[in-house]
C-alpha cells in the first residue's frame, strides 16, 4: 500500500512564494520549486493535431475546439523530423494526441512511419473514425510488430451523463467508434475523467455494462483525474493557491513518478515539457530533443496533480486502473 502523499498547506501563495505568518502579517519569501530532472527520454508525444479538435468538451484542460489553431497539425516531416532525433536518444514509445488526431487527413500516415520506430498510443474520441481510416488502421497494426494502442475518450456511459460534457451525439458516435475498433482487434482503452463526485465503482459498472452490450467483453478503463486548466476552469474552478508542489511535498518522493521525468511532447512550435502544459510559454523547452533534456520546476499547479495521481497521461499510471473488469 502507497504511504499518504504529503500535501501543501496554504503557505504557498499564486507566485510559488512561502508565505510565514508573523503574528498578523504575512511574510513572503520567493522560493524556487522544486525540479524534476530528466536523465532518460523514454517517451515521446506528439500534438499531432495542435489545438484543434472536432468536439468542444467543457472539460478540456487545453480548451481544444473546431477554431482553435494555437497549436496547429504536425506534418509527417516534423514527426519524421523528431523520429529520427528520438534514435540515439533511446525513446520507447510514442502517444499521439490534440486536439483529435484523427481530425489531421496525415494521422495514419504518421502513426505507419512512427510504428517503424516503436510502439505508439493514440489518444482519440472515436468520433471520427470512418471505415476507410479504421481499414488503414487494421492494416498498419496486421504489418508492424509494435504494439498500437488506441486510448478512446468517453466521459459517461450514456448519453445523459457523457454529452452534456462532450457534446451534443458525441456519446453515440464514440461508442461507435469502439465498436468499430473491436471488430477490427483492437482492445481499446476507455479513459474517462473523473467528472463525478463520491466512488468510483458505480461508473465502472455502468461503463462495463454498456461497453460488453456493444460487443467489448473485457473492457480496458483508465479513470483519468480532472485537470483544472483551460475550459474545465469554467466548467468546475480553478486550482487553489494550496494545489501546489513543495519542497517539503518532495521529500522522500519518487521524481520518476512524473511523466516529465522521462517524456516530452513535440508541437509545431517546438519541444514542450509534457502534454498538460502546452499553454505555458515557460513550459517550452526548445527547438529540438536534445534542447529540452533538462530538468524542470514543479511551478504549475496542475503538477499537483501529477503528484497526487502519478504519470497520469500515460498507458499504465496504475494496474488498478487498466483492468479488464470481472464478469
Ligand atoms: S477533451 Fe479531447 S475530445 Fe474533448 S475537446 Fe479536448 S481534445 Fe477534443
Ligand atoms: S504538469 Fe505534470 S508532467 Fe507536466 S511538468 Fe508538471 S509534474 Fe511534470
Redesign the pocket.
Given at each position: 500500500m502507497n504511504a499518504p502523499k504529503k500535501t501543501s498547506c496554504c503557505h504557498t501563495n499564486n507566485t510559488g512564494d512561502t508565505q510565514a505568518t508573523d503574528g498578523d502579517s504575512v511574510i513572503c519569501t520567493p522560493v524556487a520549486a522544486p525540479t524534476v530532472p530528466i536523465s532518460r527520454l523514454d517517451t515521446l508525444w506528439f500534438q499531432v493535431a495542435g489545438t484543434i479538435?472536432n468536439?468542444?468538451?467543457h472539460?478540456?484542460f487545453?480548451s481544444?475546439?473546431p477554431e482553435n489553431d494555437t497549436f496547429k497539425f504536425l506534418s509527417l516531416e516534423t514527426v519524421r523530423r523528431y523520429l529520427e532525433e528520438s534514435v540515439p536518444l533511446g525513446v520507447k514509445e510514442f502517444y499521439f494526441t490534440?486536439?483529435?488526431p484523427f481530425a489531421n487527413p496525415g494521422m495514419c500516415d504518421i502513426l505507419a512511419e512512427t510504428v517503424q520506430y516503436g510502439p505508439a498510443t493514440i489518444l482519440t474520441?472515436a468520433t471520427l473514425l470512418r471505415q476507410k481510416t479504421l481499414d488503414r488502421l487494421k492494416a498498419i497494426n496486421d504489418s508492424t510488430p509494435h504494439t498500437i494502442e488506441i486510448r478512446v475518450?468517453i466521459d459517461g456511459y450514456s448519453p445523459e451523463l457523457n454529452d452534456p460534457i462532450?457534446g451534443e451525439g458525441s456519446f453515440e458516435s464514440a461508442m461507435t467508434g469502439v465498436e468499430n475498433l473491436v471488430a477490427r482487434g483492437f482492445l481499446p482503452i476507455i479513459t474517462i475523467t473523473r467528472t463525478w463526485c463520491g466512488k468510483d465503482d458505480e461508473v465502472l459498472a455502468g461503463f462495463v455494462e454498456i461497453l460488453r452490450a456493444r460487443g467489448y467483453e473485457q473492457p480496458r478503463i483508465k479513470i483519468l483525474p480532472l485537470l483544472h486548466l483551460g475550459a474545465e476552469e469554467n466548467r468546475s474552478r480553478s486550482y487553489t493557491d494550496c494545489e501546489r508542489v513543495t519542497h517539503e511535498m518532495m521529500e522522500d518522493h519518487d521524481t520518476s513518478e512524473f511523466l516529465c521525468a522521462s517524456a516530452r511532447i513535440v508541437t509545431d512550435k517546438g519541444v514542450w515539457v509534457c502534454p498538460i502544459l502546452i499553454d505555458s510559454d515557460n513550459a517550452r523547452m526548445g527547438d529540438t530533443l536534445a534542447d529540452a533534456m533538462t530538468e524542470y520546476p514543479l511551478r504549475h499547479n496542475a503538477c499537483f496533480t501529477c503528484y497526487m495521481n502519478g504519470a497520469i497521461c500515460s498507458n499504465s499510471t496504475t494496474s488498478a486502473n487498466i483492468s479488464p473488469m470481472p464478469k
Open positions: 479538435c468536439l468542444r468538451c472539460h478540456c487545453i481544444c475546439t490534440g486536439g483529435e474520441n475518450s462532450r
